[in-house]
């Protein structure tokens, strides 16, 4: 069974509601990044940060998987599909992709702030302060903040390398590391992107499918289905 791995970007649950930070109209318009995704802020103003993860666990919840996730889905029939995001959403798990991995963390998780091991799914939406981990620490969120290394980096790398096929969704190919991973891939194996932007942001011998994620990507998938 040939081997697919997906690497997804912030376009990828942009269609399902998700706010980019990059988009105009995003949340680097509305936020300071560094006050709210950072070591330092969390030390320095720390129910400013929970407010706003607090506040896209929320909006998490009113919003379902679209058609793209739902497509990844169909190839699992027919290909060992391995999908590696960006995101910290789980709209992925939640369309039925069973295997995922989340390079930046996951928003409906918290963690220790002094262990990054206690990892814990939070109930519902709100995290406080006092909320406290097994080891008595504050619990903070299981996200990668700007300034934190990427810890699932190398294995993400290791699974790149192993794929057929690699099929790129959603991301401008500018967020490092993730963006690195496409360098990762062996001589043999064919890459698509599917982004709107895609034919003025590719790199040589990409197959480029310059639409929206819930249009490139069912279309890809029926392909290598049919094939």
């Not at 891939?185 to 890459?191: H, L």
């Not at 590719?202 to 279309?219: E, L, R």
Request: aromatic fraction near 6%; include cysteine.
């Amino acid at each position: 069974m040939k081997k697919i791995v997906v690497l997804s970007g912030a376009g990828m649950s942009a269609e399902s509601g998700i706010l980019t930070f990059r988009d105009m109209g995003g949340m680097w318009d509305r936020y300071n990044i560094e006050e709210v995704a950072s070591p330092i802020a969390w030390v320095e103003t720390p129910q400013l940060v929970m407010d706003f993860y607090n506040t896209r666990r929320k909006q998490l919840l009113s919003v379902e998987p679209n058609k793209a996730h739902e497509a990844l889905v169909e190839l699992e029939k027919q290909y060992d599909v391995e999908i590696i995001t960006q995101n910290v959403d789980d709209l992925h798990e939640r369309a039925g992709s069973s295997n995922v991995l989340h390079l930046h963390g996951e928003l409906r998780k918290v963690r220790s702030e002094k262990d990054d091991n206690l990892v814990t799914e939070l109930e519902g939406w709100k995290l406080k302060i006092g909320d406290l981990a097994e080891d008595g620490a504050q619990l903070r969120p299981h996200i990668v903040w700007f300034g934190e290394d990427v810890p699932l980096i190398d294995y993400a790398a290791e699974r790149v390398n192993l794929a057929d096929i690699l099929i790129i969704i959603g991301t401008s190919l500018s967020v490092y590391p993730a963006a690195g991973l496409m360098s990762c891939t062996t001589q043999d194996c064919k890459t698509y992107y599917i982004d709107p932007k895609a034919n003025q942001q590719a790199i040589q011998d990409m197959v480029c499918i310059s639409k929206k994620a819930t249009i490139g990507v069912p279309k890809l998938v029926e392909e290598l289905i049919s094939k």
